[in-house]
C-alpha cells in the first residue's frame, strides 16, 4: 500500500527567510503528489501538483516543489516567507482511478516575525 | 460558485446520538469522500463514491454509513455516537481526470461527541 511521510511535524522559520518542507512517499509506480496547505478553522487549499513532465511544478503563492524519483521525494519550497504562510501543509499521493489519496501527517509551520 | 458546502459546522452530541453530516457540491464532480482530521494523523479516508449510484469503504469506515443520494449530495451517518468519533470531518469532491485533478474540500464539521 501506498505511504506518505512528512518528517517534520513542526517547523518555525523567520518572515523571510527560506523554506523546505519535506516529502516522501512509498509506492511502485509513477505518483501522481499534491500540496495542500490548511489554515485555521479551513478546509484543505490545493497548492500544486505533479503528475508527469517536468519535475519542478510552480504553484500557488510562491510555492514549488520538485519530485525526485531516486529519493521518492516531493519536497516543498518557498524562497521567501511571509507571516501569512503560517499554516499546516499536507503532503498527499493518489494512485488509483477512484482518486483516493493518501495524507501525510502534516507539518505546521509557524512564522517568527 | 459555492464549491463544497457541509453542515453543520459544529456538533455535540451524547453517546450513542445518532446525526448525519451532509456534503453537497456544485462542480458536476463524480467523485466524493469523508475524511476525518485528528491531531497528528492527518486526514484518513471513512467512505468514498467514486459515481452517482456507488460507495466504497475507506481507511476507517468502523462505526459509519454513507449515501449518495444523487452526483450533488454524499452524507455521512453516525449511528451510535462514541467519544472515538470526536474529530473534524471534511467532505471533499474531485472531478473527471481522477488521480490528476485536485480534490476540493468543505469547511469541515466540528464533532464533538461527549
Known amino acids: 500500500a501506498q505511504s506518505v511521510t512528512q518528517p517534520d511535524i513542526h517547523i518555525t522559520v523567520s518572515e523571510g527567510a527560506s523554506l523546505e518542507l519535506r516529502c516522501n512517499y512509498s509506492y511502485g509506480a509513477t505518483p501522481y503528489l499534491f500540496w495542500y496547505v490548511q489554515s485555521p478553522g479551513q478546509g484543505l487549499q490545493l497548492l500544486l501538483k505533479y503528475f508527469s513532465g517536468d519535475t519542478l511544478v510552480q504553484g500557488i503563492k510562491g510555492f514549488e516543489a520538485e519530485f525526485k524519483r531516486s529519493q521518492s521525494s516531493f519536497n516543498l519550497r518557498k524562497p521567501s516567507v511571509h507571516w501569512s504562510d503560517a499554516a499546516e501543509y499536507f503532503c498527499?499521493?493518489?494512485?488509483?482511478?477512484?482518486?483516493?489519496?493518501?495524507f501525510g501527517d502534516g507539518t505546521t509551520l509557524t512564522v517568527k516575525p | 460558485n459555492a464549491g463544497v458546502t457541509q453542515t453543520p459546522k459544529f456538533q455535540v452530541l451524547k453517546t450513542g446520538q445518532s446525526m448525519t453530516l451532509q456534503c453537497a457540491q456544485d462542480?458536476?464532480?463524480?467523485?466524493m469522500y469523508w475524511y476525518r482530521q485528528d491531531p497528528g494523523m492527518g486526514l484518513r479516508l471513512i467512505y468514498y463514491s467514486a459515481s452517482e449510484g456507488t460507495t466504497d469503504k475507506g481507511e476507517v469506515p468502523n462505526g459509519y454509513n454513507v449515501s449518495r443520494l444523487n452526483k450533488r449530495e454524499f452524507s455521512l451517518r453516525l449511528e451510535s455516537a462514541a467519544p472515538s468519533q470526536t474529530s473534524v470531518y471534511f467532505c471533499a469532491s474531485r472531478g473527471q481526470g481522477w488521480v490528476n485533478t485536485e480534490a476540493f474540500f468543505g469547511q469541515g464539521t466540528r464533532l464533538t461527541v461527549v
Open positions: 498527499a499521493v493518489a494512485i488509483s482511478r477512484t482518486g483516493k489519496s493518501t
Open positions: 462542480m458536476n464532480h463524480n467523485s
